[in-house]
């Protein structure tokens, strides 16, 4: 392929700065100018058929619908921490400067301050799921774990608690609006008002007031987490693997949520210091490794079905197999999945990623969040780490 990691890293993140880091998401739909006119159709089976309709269709037919391109404070939490890998890498304020004008937005983007209390961050869109309605701007733990994330990297180089503050705080948000003790479960919610248990949603809510208990020495905090955490370690299968949640509709194990709870998982015990959960750790990256790659290096999305092919099984391997791995058969197996995705994903002319490729049909739609900055965040972090280890083979 003469694509190579570097120039698709840097012709995502050329792209993104030219449409000033806006653009469409998968689950966009109910921003449709026609719920102007029908607001009450957001809600019930129409506004989950209209998401599902946009999201799944291989045509674009949100400029037709009246769907706008739109930052997504997520998406802006993931170009942050991309841009600081390549400040990392290079030391060229261009990387640092920008990161810093994303995060003074971000910082106006986070939801009624006045009803939350604490520093959180929702979609820019209305989302109508199975489990539950979530409104445009109602925060989850997701979207605020990963800008918190943004926030804190950033004020670790530039030593501004303007950005510290808010992340810290984003802990409280946690604890005191999305934890929760119920059918005998202790665990973090994934919105605030809804009881649904979902592994990867616990473990990075556990792991991000982990980090924060660490810093700021708060004992309550690390035991809560610390609890969590054992919560969702003790559903983990025999074989090492986890199934999304804990509702009918969520019994699938798939790669990349698979992936973010090992990564959570990870930075919980590194947090705590503890090894409490590394035979789990062990296990589950072995499950992780064995059944949801093929050896070609294509990520598979579920554990029994290699369709969707998506660059967000990609982007999370990356950081499951170096950050949890370590090895450098880990290392190896990265890059060769980074190879495969780059040949089967990439389109040179447009640029950028597709969204998925399934069996019969790919869809070629351009989405920012979901797929264009993650890819960016994701190879910077590769580009880094191969560059460290090229750098310290050159001094041995």
């Known amino acids: ?185 202790k665990y973090f919610a994934y919105i605030p008002g809804e009881s649904a248990f979902v592994h990867n949603a616990n473990l990075w809510g556990a792991a991000w007031v982990a980090k924060v208990a660490s810093i700021t020495n708060n004992n309550d905090y690390k035991k809560l987490a610390l609890n969590a955490a054992r919560q969702t370690v003790s559903e983990q299968g025999a074989d090492g693997s986890w199934v999304y949640g804990a509702r009918h509709h969520h019994q699938f194990i798939d790669g990349f949520h698979t992936g973010y709870n090992l990564e959570a998982l990870t930075v919980l015990s590194d947090a705590l210091q503890i090894d409490e959960f590394n035979g789990s750790i062990a296990l589950g990256l072995k499950y992780y490794k064995e059944h949801l790659f093929e050896d070609d290096g294509t990520a598979k999305y579920y554990n029994n079905n290699r369709y969707p092919l998506d660059m967000h099984s990609v982007s999370q391997a990356i950081f499951t197999l170096i950050k949890v791995g370590q090895t450098v058969d880990d290392f190896t197996m990265a890059k060769k999945i980074i190879d495969r995705s780059i040949e089967t994903l990439y389109l040179s002319k447009q640029k950028c990623f597709i969204y998925q490729k399934n069996k019969y049909f790919t869809n070629k739609i351009d989405y920012i969040r979901w797929t264009q900055a993650w890819v960016y965040y994701s190879f910077a972090f590769f580009n880094r780490q191969n560059n460290l280890v090229n750098k310290k083979c050159d001094n041995e």
């Open 1 to 185: 392929m003469n694509t190579s990691l570097y120039e698709c890293k840097q012709l995502i993140l050329d792209a993104a700065k030219n449409n000033n880091y806006a653009g469409q998401d998968p689950f966009d739909g109910l921003n449709s100018r026609l719920f102007n006119i029908f607001p009450s159709l957001k809600t019930g089976l129409f506004g989950l058929a209209f998401i599902q309709l946009n999201k799944r269709l291989a045509i674009n037919i949100r400029p037709l619908l009246g769907v706008p391109k739109m930052r997504n404070p997520k998406g802006i939490g993931l170009f942050i921490l991309g841009l600081l890998e390549d400040y990392k890498s290079t030391n060229e304020d261009k990387y640092l400067t920008e990161a810093i004008t994303l995060a003074d937005w971000l910082l106006t983007q986070q939801s009624d301050p006045a009803k939350w209390q604490h520093s959180c961050w929702g979609y820019h869109f209305d989302w109508n799921a199975r489990a539950f309605y979530v409104p445009k701007g109602k925060p989850n733990v997701i979207t605020t774990i990963y800008v918190a994330q943004a926030l804190y990297a950033l004020s670790v180089i530039t030593g501004d608690i303007k950005y510290s503050n808010p992340a810290f705080d984003s802990a409280h948000f946690i604890v005191k609006t999305l934890y929760k003790e119920s059918e005998g479960r």
